[in-house]
């Protein structure tokens, strides 16, 4: 009688090692569950909302503020350049002043310098150096005015000294938000007068007709009071 062999794995009934029943993958899978999930819950992506909000509203935030500072400086830098140039055109303007009298729209003769101290007109001269680049035919001499209206700082001038009756002065603005403006004028003893020109009430004519110096007080929104006094190089 033949004796039986034992079965070996692969052989027979017995699945083998490489059979898709015995693969790795489905052994793995065998073992998830239904309730297993990658993704996330209701609560943690309100949790991260609401982290985002809040850093998202500390950003804005800080751009504000950063947006509001540059606004404020590039403000600033803009009324110091004005401040600036204007503080540059009247250096220009009271240091070429020259002894030059004129006659007014009204055939009135107007001395080469007159101004008060608060009132109109704050100061009204005769200057040199009026630049002539195109040859026209005029005179190097300009008439120059500074009065203060609607808060704003104003330089008139005339292309004539002696000026018709329909003459009109050439207005520019060099300041803004101006609350008040004093002009005070230092004789040949460094006195300060309040007017000029300073007249001998006794024969009526003028004693000195250029100061020495021209002193600007002005008082700009912002930034406080400003003082400048300006040298006369014709003055007594």
Not at 104 to 121: F, I, K, T
Not at 156 to 173: E, F, G, K, M
Not at 197 to 210: G, H, K, Q
Request: hydrophobic letters at 45%.
């Amino acid at each position: 009688m033949r004796s039986k062999k034992p079965l070996r794995p692969g052989h027979g009934f017995y699945p083998s090692p490489l059979t898709p029943h015995s693969s790795p993958a489905i052994g793995r899978a065998s073992h998830l569950t239904p309730h297993s999930s990658c993704g996330f819950t209701l609560l943690e992506l309100l949790v991260a909302v609401a982290i985002f909000a809040v850093l998202a509203a500390m950003a804005y935030g800080g751009l504000r503020n950063a947006l509001d500072t540059r606004a404020r400086v590039e403000q600033q830098a803009a009324q110091l350049a004005a401040l600036q140039l204007a503080f540059t055109l009247m250096e220009r303007d009271i240091e070429q002043a020259v002894n030059r009298k004129i006659r007014d729209n009204y055939d009135s003769e107007q001395p080469a310098m007159r101004g008060v101290e608060q009132g109109e007109p704050l100061l009204e001269f005769t200057r040199t150096g009026w630049r002539n680049p195109g040859l026209a035919a005029r005179s190097g001499l300009q008439r120059v005015a500074y009065a203060v209206k609607d808060q704003q700082l104003l330089r008139s001038t005339w292309v004539a000294l002696d000026r018709a009756p329909n003459s009109a002065p050439q207005d520019a603005v060099l300041l803004e938000n101006v609350n008040a403006v004093e002009v005070r004028f230092f004789d040949a003893k460094f006195a300060a007068q309040r007017q000029w020109p300073l007249i001998d009430r006794a024969s009526n004519t003028v004693t000195e007709p250029l100061p020495r110096a021209v002193e600007f007080s002005i008082d700009v929104e912002g930034w406080g009071r400003i003082t400048r006094l300006f040298r006369v190089a014709d003055g007594a």
